[in-house]
């Protein structure tokens, strides 16, 4: 059940004509009252006999009635109340209750006798609008203060009462959402989003890894996007407004939105933050490139995911900002087949980046420093080692999203957390799209491997790991975990100490399939290409076979000085 507060308006007969009539796309249908102040209000809808300005005069008599020169000119509430997708449809009956309930809640008729007149319009099945007249019966101003936290608040009880979709509370921190008008308008033009919206994500990105207001101002006129500086006399900057070239008013100018309209993080003040204790670094050269720069940001998540998990909540509000621009950066240099997902990781991930807990800038500096080493790699390939690296740091991303779900759900961020969540589900599937090619090539490696050579990496998972060994042996991804092992212990590592070092860090219980997400631990653990094929064939063939490991640690040490002679 969502509440909307619209602004207020001037003209109660202007909104009633909207609300009775076909609407904008002849979406209307069956526009009629399911409820008002006294229940007794004309309902031009369904009776013949009555007009809108038979309404609209009945709802502002009180303003008449007050002397000329006091009369407010904004005098008209508009709010909409609509049931979420997949609620059952409700009767006329339910939404005058729900209404009454909104409309006491408020504050706009609390029930004392001399409230504001109003009225309750249905047009749709899942909606209804309220209107009403901002002055009492008794002439006084209404104390509708905050109305759109009360109506929230009224919203999440009538979800309860009703066996409703329980939308997540909030907490104020959400970016404003697209106006009607906003969607209407992008509705006309054939677009997807508000204008709103795509500034919203343009912004982001251009603002992802950045380490000074040039070079964000510069990103900006790069994405083709309309920007003014406010400044103060002395030159300084104190804020921008941005524009899509092609979004036009009436009079033909663009339209422009501050950066605090878009999200709250992205009001100029709230940018400079991200600067703080950031200075800027050069792109060190293991960083440098698409894949070098993948590979360098998976290390900063993997350090990234224990400070979320253990972190003070300074540092982890810090964390979790930095991994959006690290996801915005991501979307902005990823190849075509896994944009579509990453866009969507990183869009629900806004919402789970912004909390009352203030982030600590500082702590940030090294997933900060990733998203700049993305955005100056440049884009990536979807196949070799561009290609390999990207399923490997989503593979990790995916596991800060579920930390980050994890701390919002103990902090009681419930918003946070289901944003987290899904932007962990379409990482989730990001990852398919990724891996499909790099881990085939393991899993046929994997196939070829000698018997003996499968009996002893399956000793190593067994001993390193008791509790799971069974169930990872049995999954279809084990012949590219093998092949994996094989290519470790050929460069010298101990299988052993490296699995037992990659299932420490962190818990497995939310993956998948874990021995895909040990695949990639491993690759970044032991420094192997994450594109398989650039491994060393003669990794997948062994002529001695050790004696598995015993359960000492004197065993893990020869079993690993064994390896190394290998």
Same mark, same amino acid.
């Given at each position: 059940?969502?509440?909307?507060i619209?602004k207020?308006?001037?003209? +109660?007969?202007?909104?009633? @004509?909207y609300?009775?009539?076909?609407?904008?796309?002849?979406?209307?249908?069956?526009?009629?009252?399911?409820?008002?102040?006294?229940?007794?209000?004309?309902?031009p809808?369904?009776?013949?006999?009555?007009?809108?300005?038979?309404?609209?005069?009945?709802?502002d008599?009180?303003?008449?009635?007050?002397?000329?020169?006091?009369?407010?000119?904004?005098?008209?509430?508009?709010?909409?109340?609509?049931?979420?997708?997949?609620?059952?449809t409700?009767?006329?009956?339910?939404?005058?209750?729900?209404?009454?309930?909104?409309?006491? =809640?408020?504050?706009?008729?609390?029930?004392?006798?001399?409230?504001?007149?109003?009225?309750?319009?249905?047009?749709?099945?899942?909606?209804?609008?309220?209107?009403?007249?901002?002055v009492?019966?008794?002439?006084?101003?209404?104390?509708?203060?905050?109305?759109?936290?009360?109506a929230? $608040?009224?919203?999440?009880?009538?979800?309860?009462d009703?066996?409703?979709?329980?939308?997540?509370?909030?907490?104020? /921190?959400?970016?404003?959402?697209?106006?009607?008008a906003?969607?209407?308008?992008?509705?006309?033009?054939?677009?997807?989003?508000?204008?709103?919206?795509e500034?919203?994500?343009?912004? *982001?990105?251009?603002?992802?890894?950045?380490?000074?207001?040039?070079?964000?101002?510069?990103?900006?006129?790069?994405?083709?996007?309309?920007?003014?500086?406010?400044t103060?006399?002395?030159?300084?900057?104190?804020g921008?407004?941005?524009a899509?070239?092609?979004?036009?008013?009436?009079?033909?100018?663009?339209?422009?939105?501050?950066?605090?309209?878009?999200a709250?993080?992205?009001?100029?003040? *709230?940018i400079?933050?991200?600067?703080?204790?950031?200075?800027?670094?050069?792109?060190?050269?293991?960083?440098?490139?698409?894949?070098?720069? *993948?590979?360098?940001?998976?290390?900063? %998540?993997w350090?990234?995911?224990?400070?979320?998990?253990?972190?003070?909540?300074?540092t982890v509000a810090?964390?979790?900002a930095?991994?959006g621009?690290?996801?915005?950066?991501l %979307?902005?240099t990823?190849?075509?087949?896994t944009?579509?997902?990453?866009?969507?990781?990183?869009?629900?991930?806004?919402?789970?980046?912004?909390?009352?807990v *203030?982030?600590?800038?500082?702590?940030?500096? +090294?997933?900060?420093?990733?998203?700049?080493?993305?955005?100056?790699?440049?884009?990536?390939?979807?196949?070799?080692?561009?290609?390999?690296?990207?399923?490997?740091l989503?593979?990790?991303?995916f596991?800060?999203?579920?930390?980050?779900? $994890?701390?919002?759900?103990?902090?009681n961020?419930?918003?946070?957390? %289901?944003?987290?969540?899904?932007?962990?589900?379409h990482?989730r599937?990001?990852?398919? /799209?990724?891996s499909? &090619?790099?881990? =085939?090539?393991?899993q &046929?490696?994997?196939h070829r491997?000698?018997?003996?050579?499968?009996?002893?990496?399956?000793?190593?998972?067994?001993?390193?790991?008791?509790?799971?060994?069974?169930?990872i042996? @049995?999954e279809?991804?084990?012949?590219?975990?093998a092949? /994996?092992?094989?290519?470790?212990?050929?460069?010298?590592?101990?299988p052993?100490?490296?699995l037992?070092?990659?299932?420490?860090?962190?818990e497995?219980?939310?993956?998948?399939?874990?021995?895909?997400?040990?695949?990639?631990?491993?690759?970044r653990?032991a420094?192997?290409?994450?594109?398989?094929?650039?491994?060393?064939?003669?990794?997948v063939?062994?002529?001695?076979?050790?004696?598995?490991?015993?359960? +000492? &640690? +004197?065993?893990?040490?020869?079993?690993?000085? $064994?390896?190394r002679?290998?």
């Amino acid at each position: 059940m969502i509440p909307s507060i619209q602004k207020q308006g001037t003209s +109660t007969a202007g909104l009633l @004509a909207y609300l009775f009539g076909a609407g904008r796309s002849e979406e209307h249908v069956d526009p009629h009252l399911v409820a008002s102040f006294d229940g007794l209000a004309p309902d031009p809808g369904r009776d013949p006999g009555a007009t809108e300005e038979d309404l609209q005069q009945l709802l502002d008599e009180p303003l008449h009635l007050l002397p000329a020169g006091t009369r407010p000119d904004k005098h008209v509430w508009h709010a909409s109340v609509r049931s979420a997708p997949g609620d059952r449809t409700l009767t006329d009956d339910e939404w005058a209750d729900i209404a009454r309930r909104v409309i006491a =809640a408020t504050g706009i008729d609390p029930g004392d006798g001399a409230g504001c007149r109003w009225a309750a319009v249905r047009h749709a099945e899942d909606h209804i609008h309220l209107i009403a007249t901002l002055v009492r019966e008794d002439g006084r101003k209404p104390d509708h203060h905050r109305s759109g936290q009360r109506a929230q $608040n009224e919203c999440r009880r009538i979800e309860a009462d009703y066996d409703l979709y329980r939308v997540a509370p909030g907490d104020g /921190t959400a970016a404003k959402r697209p106006t009607s008008a906003e969607r209407h308008k992008a509705q006309s033009l054939g677009r997807d989003r508000t204008t709103r919206e795509e500034l919203r994500e343009s912004v *982001r990105q251009a603002a992802a890894g950045t380490a000074s207001e040039t070079e964000f101002f510069d990103r900006l006129a790069s994405a083709s996007l309309l920007v003014r500086r406010r400044t103060a006399p002395s030159g300084d900057t104190l804020g921008y407004t941005v524009a899509l070239p092609g979004d036009r008013n009436k009079e033909g100018a663009p339209v422009y939105y501050s950066g605090s309209k878009l999200a709250p993080d992205l009001s100029l003040p *709230r940018i400079r933050e991200r600067w703080t204790g950031s200075p800027t670094q050069p792109i060190p050269a293991q960083a440098s490139g698409p894949a070098g720069a *993948r590979r360098h940001a998976t290390g900063a %998540v993997w350090q990234a995911v224990p400070l979320i998990d253990h972190g003070d909540d300074g540092t982890v509000a810090a964390q979790i900002a930095a991994a959006g621009e690290v996801l915005d950066a991501l %979307v902005e240099t990823s190849p075509a087949g896994t944009r579509h997902q990453l866009r969507q990781a990183a869009m629900a991930f806004e919402r789970a980046a912004r909390s009352h807990v *203030r982030a600590e800038r500082g702590h940030d500096r +090294t997933l900060r420093q990733a998203a700049r080493n993305l955005i100056h790699g440049g884009p990536a390939l979807c196949r070799g080692e561009d290609g390999a690296t990207a399923a490997m740091l989503i593979d990790m991303a995916f596991f800060l999203a579920t930390a980050a779900a $994890n701390w919002h759900a103990r902090k009681n961020h419930a918003q946070q957390a %289901v944003a987290a969540l899904q932007a962990a589900e379409h990482l989730r599937a990001a990852y398919r /799209t990724a891996s499909a &090619q790099p881990m =085939a090539v393991l899993q &046929q490696r994997g196939h070829r491997m000698s018997r003996p050579l499968q009996r002893q990496h399956a000793a190593a998972l067994r001993h390193a790991v008791p509790d799971l060994a069974e169930q990872i042996l @049995a999954e279809p991804g084990w012949p590219a975990l093998a092949a /994996t092992l094989a290519d470790a212990q050929a460069a010298g590592h101990s299988p052993v100490d490296l699995l037992t070092e990659a299932t420490q860090r962190r818990e497995l219980g939310s993956a998948t399939s874990i021995s895909d997400v040990l695949v990639w631990r491993l690759r970044r653990l032991a420094q192997l290409p994450a594109d398989p094929a650039a491994a060393r064939p003669q990794a997948v063939r062994a002529h001695k076979v050790p004696a598995p490991p015993s359960t +000492t &640690q +004197t065993a893990i040490k020869a079993a690993g000085d $064994n390896a190394r002679r290998r």
